[in-house]
């Protein structure tokens, strides 16, 4: 049996426990970096990023946060590759809950992130948008194939693509752009095709086409433009 200061006692501190602040909830926790959708070039596969992949996991990424899509890289960029990668950012922005991707391109595989960017809903889902070796601006040497192979027409000099994603803005919205360019690019004519108004144009010095895809100082300006 209680004495009556005893119940007193047990009272008070009942009441100063209903009183007391609750501990703050820990707040959600903030995904470290927006996942990466890596768009490769022409006749080519998503085999080539396995170098900036590696790099990024280095720098703190996790497999779950990179993804190569892979596509047929001889269909129209405007009627049919930019809604294939709308689609496919989706689907990466389903999986992992991330509200906006980061894409990575090489060479033409930018018209096709460029053209979802602008006409396609991209603006609201893209937070950066690099491009390795575009021809942004088109390129002559795509005239090689352009006869049989509409991708390659695509990429001619004032083809309808071209044309269309240059036309006013050429880097709408809040997307944070940016262009790696060489003079030495022996499948970009003129070098100069590759930088865009209103992006950040980083020059790599003389590097071949390809070889940007493994150049570490490019990779090391990829991942501070994405840490940026």
């Known amino acids: 049996m ?6 007193l006692l047990a009272l008070l501190t009942l009441c100063l426990a209903l009183l007391a602040p609750l501990p703050a909830q820990a707040a959600a926790a903030v995904p470290p970096h927006n996942p990466v959708v890596f768009v490769h070039g022409y006749n ?15 720098a703190g990424y996790t497999d779950s946060e ?3 899509w892979g596509y047929d890289t001889h269909r129209s960029v405007n009627e049919v590759l930019a809604g294939q990668l709308g689609a496919y950012v989706d689907q990466v922005r389903r999986q ?17 992130g460029r053209w979802y960017v602008k006409f ?15 021809p942004n601006h088109g390129t002559s040497t795509a005239w090689a194939c352009a006869l049989w ?30 262009t790696f360019w060489s003079n030495c690019d022996e499948v970009i004519n003129p070098d100069d095709s590759v930088p865009l108004a209103g992006a950040t144009n980083t020059p790599v ?17 990829v991942r501070s ?4």
């Open 2 to 7: 209680l004495t009556p200061r005893q119940r």
């Open 44 to 58: 080519a596969d998503p085999g080539v990023w396995g170098g900036l992949r590696e790099d990024l996991r280095a």
């Open 66 to 68: 990179l993804f190569s």
């Open 96 to 112: 992992t809950g991330a509200a906006r991707v980061d894409i990575v391109a090489h060479s033409f595989g930018s018209l096709v």
């Open 120 to 134: 396609g809903g991209g603006a609201a889902t893209v937070d950066h948008w690099v491009s390795l070796a575009g």
């Open 149 to 178: 192979d509409q991708a390659c027409r695509d990429m001619t000099p004032g083809s309808y693509v071209v044309k269309n994603l240059n036309a006013g803005d050429e880097t709408p919205g809040a997307v944070k752009y940016a």
């Open 205 to 221: 010095g003389c590097l071949r086409h390809n070889d940007l895809l493994g150049d570490d100082a490019t990779s090391a300006g």
């Open 225 to 228: 433009f994405l840490a940026s």
